[in-house]
């Protein structure tokens, strides 16, 4: 059996248990999903998964075969709004549990948190997610937050976490995220400068794990509590008390003045409480020379032993995998062609795309390129990879038969390391289906 077969299997596997109680993630427990229908919860599912950027009605022939007995789409509609929005994660995580790991060190695993922002359909009525006419566009436009936990050596996402725009908070989705993360090895959170904070920091110490996050030199000196200037390269470790209050009288530890740091009110601490008015982080900060006169600075709690200043560099330069992963959310796996103008939905969509992405990459890391004498070393293609996962995911005629491992090996491309691009901000309108949903 092809490894190909192995991951469908695997993942058939997990839909199959949530099908087996449908109950559980039904809107109307014991009501939905009671009857056996052509667009049952498990062929919903997969037929999710496998959408691509066409109409509806054409997404359904495509799946159940041009034919008269095709489900119609008031019938996929229907069936969608009887499902949860915790099937879909239940499904990632499930799914995600059953694939091969990949450790750092033989022992850590590497977790990038981000965010993207999703123009949706637009709608002037939703306060949530429209912004006014600007130089972007003269109509004004809706959009979505999305907020990824990405394995970088697995290439997978762990989880999401899906916020209307305007309400958008990367701080509260990442504390969020890693208080319901679940995990046996050890994680190291790699983040960018837009989640420096001490609630961040403190949750992450709280669940027992690790993280990297980069920092801006203000933050930076705000913590170590001395100017950056002329400073070169760094390996610090600083002892700092939060504290809401400003007053010295009030501190508990007045002989450690020089460690305390005031938090207003209106920044989020949720570990400074009425019955705890103080909370100890140890932090450790690290500032890297990346090129002349380009400085890196990093605050993190990962120990001595493990890791030296030399580790950070290759460390942190992983999380731009990440950035990768919503490229091709976005565009090769058809991200922004939702089928629905309703918000459930559309994070429904979102879900399932990081699915069938995990799906894919997992296929796509286990083909063997062959080895020819070339120019350069070459990678998967995943934008065509993942087209032929989606095909090879659609079959369920038990009859048909897809060589996935030789169409991925035969759409490669080659590996330029140095080469570098200014991004290119283009604005994209989402495609739009005239549904009455």
């Known amino acids: 059996m092809k490894y190909s077969d192995v991951v469908k299997t695997m993942l058939l596997a997990s839909i199959h248990d949530l099908a087996a109680n449908p109950e559980n993630y039904a809107l109307h427990p014991g009501k939905d999903f009671s009857r056996n229908r052509k667009l049952g919860f498990k062929h919903l599912l997969l037929l999710l998964l496998t959408m691509e950027a066409d109409c509806m009605k054409e997404e359904l ?40 790991k990949k450790l750092f060190k033989g022992k850590y695993s590497l977790v990038a948190c981000d965010g993207s922002a999703v123009d949706i359909f637009r709608n002037p009525d939703d306060p949530d997610t429209f912004f006014e006419p600007n130089g972007k566009s003269t109509r004004g436009f809706n959009q979505i937050h999305i907020n990824a936990f990405f394995s970088v050596l697995d290439k997978k996402f762990t989880d999401l976490l899906v916020q209307p725009s305007r309400k958008r908070n990367e701080y509260s989705a990442f504390c969020q995220m890693v208080d319901r993360s679940e995990t046996d090895a050890p994680v190291i959170y790699l983040c960018d400068r837009g989640y420096a904070s001490y609630n961040a920091f403190a949750h992450v110490i709280e669940n027992g794990q690790f993280f990297l996050i980069r920092c801006t030199d203000a933050k930076t000196e705000k913590i170590l509590g001395a100017p950056l200037d002329g400073v070169t390269e760094l390996d610090y470790h600083v002892d700092r008390m939060l504290s809401r209050s400003q007053s010295k009288k009030k501190r508990l530890h007045p002989e450690l003045e020089e460690q305390y740091r005031f938090v207003c009110q209106d920044v989020p601490m949720d570990y400074i409480t009425q019955n705890h008015p103080e909370y ?18 990093l605050i993190t709690n990962l120990p001595d032993l493990d890791f030296d200043i030399d580790d950070f560099k290759d460390l942190y330069h992983l999380r731009w995998n990440e950035e990768t992963s919503f490229r091709d959310l976005k565009y090769p796996l058809c991200l922004k062609a939702f089928h629905s103008k309703k918000y459930e939905y559309i994070v429904q969509e979102v879900w399932v795309r990081a699915i069938l992405y995990n799906f894919c990459s997992e296929i796509a890391l286990a083909v063997e390129i062959p080895e020819k004498k070339r120019k350069h070393v070459y990678q998967v293609n995943y934008s065509e990879a993942i087209k032929t ?13 897809l060589d996935v491992e030789g169409l991925i090996a035969q759409n490669i491309l080659p590996v330029r390391p140095g080469r570098t691009f200014a991004r290119q901000a283009r604005f994209k309108l989402p495609i739009s289906f005239c549904y009455r949903n």
């Open 61 to 100: 022939y495509r799946y159940f075969g041009r034919s008269t007995d095709a489900p119609s789409k008031a019938a996929f509609y229907k069936q969608r709004k009887k499902i949860r929005e915790d099937a879909f994660r239940s499904l990632l995580i499930s799914f995600t549990q059953k694939c091969k």
């Open 389 to 401: 996962c989606r095909d090879f995911l659609r079959i369920h005629d038990g009859a048909t038969t």
């Open 280 to 297: 100890k982080l140890s932090l450790r900060i690290i500032r890297i020379e990346l090129s002349d006169c380009c400085y890196e600075n």
